[in-house]
Nanobody, 124 residues
């Protein structure tokens, strides 16, 4: 079983930047896809980005060009660099590991080992 711990959230003004981190302990995540999701107040959790084990990435349209997902397999850590933040990016951000390995998915049901989340608030 892998444990995931997110950090790096906070309060930032619109146009600012934050970098989220997700540290994995337990079984390594090296051979698994890792994803970031977010849940805004009153809304369902939604996909944000995914990184495959070889570093290939994919983003939801609303963040493409502003957010960058990356991973450091030597540190068992995945990052989400968020630039040009907007008030609509306000949410609790979660990282998760793909249940079956190194696969692409943007569906929440394909992921497990969810972290506790880190809150991002973007003020206008």
């Amino acid at each position: 079983q892998v444990q995931l711990v997110e950090s790096g959230g906070g309060l930032v003004q619109a146009g600012g930047s934050l970098r989220l981190s997700c540290a994995a302990s337990g079984r390594t995540f090296t051979t698994y896809s890792m994803g970031w999701f977010r849940q805004a107040p009153g809304k369902e959790r939604e996909f944000v980005a995914i990184t495959r084990s070889d570093g290939r990435t994919y983003y939801v349209d609303s963040v493409r060009g502003r957010f960058t997902i990356s991973r450091d397999n030597t540190k068992n850590t995945v990052y989400l660099q968020m630039n040009s933040l907007k008030p609509e990016d306000t949410a609790v951000y979660y990282c998760a590991r793909h249940l079956r390995g190194d696969y692409f998915s943007d569906h929440e049901a394909d992921f497990g080992s969810w972290g506790q989340g880190t809150r991002v608030t973007v003020s206008s």
